[in-house]
């Protein structure tokens, strides 16, 4: 028998010469990746087993990973810092032998269910550094032959001991050549991002180079709109581009913008100032946010940056500060954009504006060369755009019209802007009436960089149209220059016809005087025929202090009664918007009534060969006459038919006031009362009291006289001044004490215009 301390003896020798061969090996690599190789092959080959594997610890993701594998598996394994064998060796520190794996409830089966490999049994020992700190773990798996025994695992402790110097000093070296990668990469981005000067796919890039360089989901810049108080983002490329606009104090955006400082949200649902609602809306679920101020070289906050889902974790302060740094460094880029998007869109409006104008416009430079004309000019001038642009003025204004040459030079000498009325061009073989303008163009410094011509022509029906338009509605009078004699005519039309009148006019008149009277209606009759215009109704007439227009005629639309009582509501809180005006100046108020009827009319011109008028007739426009005048009668201001209330496709407070019979007709027809006007002030409790003048009005005409005269009454207790519930109490009581004949529908027979 052998004596056993020789043997153990040379056990240890041979252990330290193998330890020595590791140190030695260690040295002579220069990449963390060849010394990841070297121990693993070293601790697998002396312990006989048939695979090892190497887990380093990420500090920003608190995961173990595995950078170098044996057998069929290649690729980089992660998973968290205490989970399965390897994370109870690195968060304890203490050194496992594990005879039978998934005997072990600390075994992690995943790796071996996606890989298909069986592990038996296990040796995992802690890799530490010299002050003691854990940076990993080795482990190494299933014994060839036998059974993993204490003396293997201090062999596995003492070869990774051996080796985490150089592990250590293999990893520094790789962080430093990452850093510097960064920061080379960074350099190239910034510079290849800052050089685009289109807004939009600036955008794109810089959104897309922040996901890539922090390693998330997905980003957004937002950049805040002064004038809108917006922060706004381009989201998408070319035809599915869309623009998202949010308040710029909402949500982590909003928050960031407004205090100037960065936002790192690890768990986004744990905190309340997120809003879930996008996640719902799109399905997608927000993890983890950064979100950084863009700020410019002047130290004023322009806008954010956002990024979503950093991949292994939340954002770290080294995200933070990558982030701020490179926002700060395309701060400018993004100004430079900015301005050359605004200058390109008032390029553009310009543009669209000079094409549009039905006035010729040309413009030349300081040495006299034609640089513009827009469409209006070219069809003056009978022209194509080669023919007029780039040319001299000298050689285009020639001949007949070379006058306009002298002026031009004349207004260029004196920098003062000339206006000719009526002036004569000759193009061609035609002689065109216009009016012309021309006046220099000056730089910033005040200093001339050429002139200007406007033309308008005023020939022919353009000079008859802009007649015509002082003595009537401009529409009819387009109407007319293009309809010529088919416009003289009668025809039947579909129309909402709007009578108002000033209430207490005498009073008003015999208060202010002739010329006080006059200057009050010029004031009153300005406000309500801009109400009319806005909503493209025509002003029919003036009738004394009455007003008759119509909606409808002569250009129609399906929502011709809309159109008149939304004039109407206008009209009346125009009326108070003046009273209040008129009150602070010592004048009197001003009241009106309005009626609305729809109808089929007659439209046309209608008078003698010496003087026509286009203007409305038929029942329609009676009706709309009398209903202007019962507004008296029940304290309205805007009353309306049935026939208008059925043909609103919009929606409106209103009541239904009566059915009568009006002075001149047979037929009874509902009306009703438009409330929208009203504020809590002018009527207190309006809903309420429609509630209960509807229930009333159906009492009433039920023969519940009791009932209806309590219903209405309760409407005077909530608004003592509605006339209407006032006027439906006397009639109860007049009713019950002398109850109508059985045949009695509630229709109210009018007595007076």
Not at 57 to 80: C, K, P, Y
Not at 129 to 138: D, L
Not at 169 to 180: D, G, I, Q, W, Y
Not at 610 to 626: E, P, Q, S
Request: proline share 3%.
């Amino acid at each position: 028998m052998a004596d056993p301390a020789p043997q153990a003896q040379s056990r240890r020798l041979r252990q330290v010469e193998l330890l020595l061969e590791v140190s030695r090996r260690m040295a002579s690599y220069d990449t963390l990746d060849e010394i990841l190789n070297a121990l693993v092959e070293v601790t697998t080959e002396q312990l006989g087993a048939e695979r090892g594997t190497l887990f380093l610890n990420d500090a920003e993701t608190n995961e173990l990973f595995s950078r170098v594998a044996q057998g069929n598996i290649q690729r980089e394994i992660r998973f968290l810092n205490h989970v399965g064998i390897a994370g109870h060796v690195f968060t304890t520190g203490e050194p496992l032998l594990i005879p039978d794996a998934y005997a072990d409830p600390r075994f992690n089966r995943s790796v071996d269910e996606q890989t298909g490999f069986v592990t038996r049994n296990i040796l995992c020992v802690p890799i530490r550094t010299v002050k003691g700190e854990i940076i990993g773990v080795a482990q190494t798996l299933n014994k060839l032959k036998g059974k993993f025994t204490k003396a293997d695992l201090e062999m596995l402790g003492a070869l990774t001991t051996q080796g985490t110097l150089a592990l250590q000093s293999a990893r520094f070296l790789e962080s430093m050549k990452k850093v510097r990668q960064q920061e080379m990469e960074f350099i190239d981005v910034v510079s290849e991002v800052t050089a685009d000067i289109k807004l939009g796919s600036l955008l794109q890039r810089v959104m897309g180079e922040a996901t890539r360089l922090l390693n998330a989901d997905r980003s957004t810049l937002f950049l805040n709109d002064e004038k809108t108080g917006e922060l706004w983002s381009q989201v998408g490329q070319g035809l599915e581009s869309m623009q998202i606009r949010l308040p710029n104090t909402a949500g982590i955006a909003g928050a960031v913008f407004t205090s100037s400082k960065t936002i790192n949200i690890p768990y986004a649902y744990a905190d309340l100032r997120f809003n879930p609602a996008f996640d719902k809306r799109t399905g997608y679920f927000t993890r983890s946010i950064l979100c950084v101020p863009i700020i410019n070289k002047n130290g004023k906050t322009i806008g954010v940056t956002q990024v979503l889902n950093k991949r292994g974790g939340p954002f770290t302060a080294e995200d933070e500060s990558r982030l701020r740094a490179f926002t700060a460094q395309i701060s400018i880029a993004l100004e430079n954009a900015k301005l050359f998007a605004d200058v390109q869109q008032m390029k553009n409006y310009n543009e669209a504006m000079l094409e549009s104008m039905s006035n010729g416009v040309i413009t030349m430079d300081g040495d006299g060369k034609i640089v513009t004309c827009n469409a209006a000019g070219l069809r003056i001038f009978r022209a194509g755009s080669a023919d007029v642009i780039g040319r001299s003025a000298a050689d285009f204004f020639n001949g007949p019209n070379a006058w306009l040459l002298e002026r031009i030079k004349q207004v260029e000498s004196s920098q003062e802007t000339e206006q000719l009325m009526d002036a004569e061009l000759i193009v061609g073989e035609d002689r065109i009436s216009a009016n012309v303008s021309m006046q220099p163009l000056l730089s910033v410094e005040k200093k001339s960089i050429g002139s200007m011509i406007m033309i308008e022509d005023i020939s022919s029906e353009k000079r008859l149209r802009a007649t015509m338009s002082r003595y009537m509605d401009p529409g009819i009078a387009s109407q007319m220059i293009n309809e010529g004699a088919d416009m003289l005519g009668g025809k039947n039309v579909l129309a909402t016809v709007l009578f108002s009148d000033i209430r207490s006019f005498t009073t008003i008149t015999e208060q202010l005087g002739a010329q006080g009277t006059v200057a009050m209606l010029n004031e009153y009759f300005t406000l309500m025929v801009d109400c009319i215009q806005r909503e493209e109704g025509m002003l029919d007439k003036f009738i004394g202090d009455a007003i008759m227009a119509a909606f409808g005629i002569p250009v129609g639309h399906e929502d011709d009664a809309d159109r008149a009582v939304r004039t109407s509501i206008a009209m009346i809180r125009a009326l108070q918007a003046w009273n209040a005006q008129r009150a602070g100046e010592g004048k009197p108020p001003v009241d009106i009534g309005i009626g609305l009827n729809t109808d089929q009319v007659v439209s046309g011109n209608i008078g003698s060969k010496k003087r026509m008028d286009y203007t409305i007739i038929g029942d329609g426009v009676n009706l709309a006459a009398r209903l202007e005048s019962a507004c008296k009668q029940y304290g309205a201001r805007i009353l309306i038919s049935e026939f208008t209330y059925r043909a609103l496709r919009g929606t409106y407070r209103t009541r239904e006031l009566d059915i009568v019979v009006v002075q001149g007709k047979t037929k009874p027809v509902s009306i009703y009362e438009v409330l929208d006007f009203h504020t809590a002030d002018s009527y207190p409790h309006l809903v309420d009291a429609m509630g209960l003048f509807r229930d009333g009005l159906d009492a009433y005409r039920n023969r519940r006289w009791m009932q209806a005269w309590e219903l209405f009454t309760r409407v005077l207790s909530l608004n003592p001044n509605d006339k209407a519930a006032l006027m439906y109490v006397e009639r109860c009581d007049e009713l019950a004490a002398k109850p109508p004949p059985d045949d009695w529908d509630g229709t109210y027979v009018m007595r007076s215009k």
